[in-house]
């Protein structure tokens, strides 16, 4: 056989998606419709948080005096800031499926 490729390029999928995690998937789409009004209030909140956390305004005068302390500040903004945008992703996956 010279071709490695073992499956069709067509999309064929070779198994069906199993029963109980196509009727899992359906109910976590219905909770997440149900719930879509505060699923789009929590990601307008995300939405605040990462604005606040992405500017300089996040971290007080003082600390914005030392150096040291004010790289530390940024550092652990940033990364509260990446944190909120994996969360928000989430959430909007949650929608999306």
């Known amino acids: 056989m010279d071709n490695d490729n073992l499956y069709p390029s ?3 999928q070779p198994f069906a998606e199993p029963p109980a995690q196509k009727k899992a998937r359906a109910q976590e789409k219905g909770e997440a419709l149900a719930a879509q009004p505060t699923i789009e ?6 939405d605040r948080r990462i604005k606040f956390y992405d500017s300089v305004d996040s971290i007080s005068p003082e600390d914005r005096n030392d150096p040291a302390t004010f790289m530390h500040r940024f550092d652990a903004n940033s990364l509260t800031k990446q944190n909120l ?3 928000k992703e ?4 949650l929608l999306d499926k």
């Open 10 to 12: 067509g999309g064929f």
């Open 41 to 46: 209030k929590m990601i307008r909140h995300f």
């Open 85 to 87: 945008e994996d969360e």
């Open 90 to 93: 989430w959430l909007i996956s």
